[in-house]
């Protein structure tokens, strides 16, 4: 997927910026679109404005809102639908209880979630979902958003415009790619690895 998007990217000239805007905030916005392609995408494109394809300065703005407004339109899903799910009766496993645990755990540990979920994948899309369903204060959401969304876009952007051409890098581009996106998920399975072991105890 990531290659194709690149092949359009570099075919479409002008609207290469378009694509890559809609990219970034549909995977940060809409919890159904956890598949697409975020940490390694922006790195790729940050290496393609390198070699003067695209303007780095641009896509810092344009992806940033992206992921920016993205978090804010899956949080505003969240806690539109979120408590009409919660509070259906035939449902045993979700009620008021758990949203009030949920609203309680995003007041207290909220802003850290929104920040450290940015840079890893799929979490980055649920977290601002669950925020909404629990409530989150609103401010304080856009307030970690907003640092969350720039500084992901920020790193990984010029982390690839700065080192996505140096020769070595550039030569094995399909393994640093690799690579990002098994870092990116290393947290979230060390975590699952580190809970499973809790309960066994």
């Known amino acids: 997927m990531l290659e194709l998007i690149l092949n359009i990217i570099q075919n ?104 450290i979920s940015r840079f890893v994948p799929i979490l980055r899309t649920f977290a601002p979902f669950v925020a909404g369903v629990g409530k989150m204060t609103y401010q304080r959401f856009l307030i970690y958003n907003l640092i969350g969304g720039i500084s992901w876009i920020g790193l990984f952007l010029f982390g690839g415009f700065y080192f996505g051409n140096i020769p070595l890098v550039k030569q094995n581009f399909s393994l640093v790619i690799l690579a990002i996106i098994l870092i990116s998920i290393l947290p979230a399975v060390l975590h699952s690895f580190r809970r499973r072991d809790s309960q066994k105890i």
């Open 12 to 115: 479409y000239g002008a609207w290469a910026y378009s694509i890559l805007f809609l990219i970034i905030f549909a995977e940060t916005g809409f919890v159904v679109t956890p598949f697409l392609p975020g940490d390694s995408l922006v790195f790729a494109v940050g290496a393609l404005a390198a070699s003067g394809s695209l303007n780095v300065s641009w896509l810092f703005i344009l992806l940033g809102a992206a992921a920016v407004l993205g978090n804010v339109i899956n949080y505003q899903i969240g806690r539109f639908i979120g408590p009409k799910i919660f509070l259906k009766e035939n449902i045993r496993f979700l009620n008021k209880e758990y949203l009030e645990r949920t609203h309680q755990f995003y007041e207290k540990h909220g802003g850290k979630v929104i920040i």
